[in-house]
């Protein structure tokens, strides 16, 4: 999960200003966590401690209205109603947040129908399910069985995979326009730090691009040590609360 929260927190800064140094310092005093992060540990937190995905979502985005680049804005007004109905999208957000539900359950069947899940909520297009269940699907395999595993399982939802070249990737927010760069990353990438530079560095929706990036890669590679602690300096304690019981679970 933190590996969502590290792709994130590197691509903040560039969500809106693309760079295409794939040398670029990974943890700068502009960065932030963003919307991602926040959907990414109300997920974890309805998936460890049997909340709806759909109330929690609402709770933590209420919790923190303006984080950095804001919410979309189908999203910002789901949010404020009191009364909140899926809106038929097929945004890369159903995929960004679901990075916990890959490792908190032993089952394909019960990641894939946890994944859908935490989808439907928002993200009820079958686009939107889609990306979700590719990229939970994409982590249960990758821990339990390695990366190349993973690869050939995720042709099932995506066949064909984008190149990564620095500074190439269009600003496109849907499923369909960013999972296939993603997997085009994580087939070149050979190590964690290398896949979050890529991930940042071909520009686009970079935030986003690094937080599903980041989930995959460190069930492929694991986490630096110093990254991950680097991460949890930017969040609040309520969210590392959240993320330590994640680690606390998982190790069990």
Known sequence: MIGAIIGDIAGSRFEFNNTDNFDFKL?????????????TIAVADAAMNGKNYGDSLHDWCRQYPS????????F?????????????????????RVAAIGWLFNTLEEV??????????????????????????????????????????????????????LGYNRF???????MPIVFGILDKATNFEEAIRYAIAVGGDSDTIGAIVGS???????????MYQNALKYLPNDMVTIVEQFYSRIKK
């Open 172 to 178: 496109d927010e849907t499923c369909q326009g960013t």
């Open 216 to 226: 995959i890669a460190e069930a492929i590679w694991g986490i630096p040590e110093q």
């Open 27 to 39: 943890f700068a005093a502009s960065c932030a966590y963003t919307d991602d992060t926040i959907c």
């Open 112 to 165: 894939q129908i946890e994944a859908k899940k935490s989808a439907l909520p928002t993200h009820n297009h079958p686009e939107g399910v889609k990306g979700a269940v590719a990229t939970a699907t994409a982590i249960f395999f990758a821990r339990t069985e390695g990366k190349e595993a993973m690869l050939e399982a995720i042709k099932e939802y995506y066949s064909e995979w984008e190149e990564p070249r």
């Open 67 to 74: 984080p950095m680049g804001s919410y979309g804005c189908s």
């Open 76 to 96: 910002a007004n789901w949010i404020i109603s009191d009364n909140p109905k899926p809106y038929n999208s097929y945004g890369n957000g159903s995929a960004m």
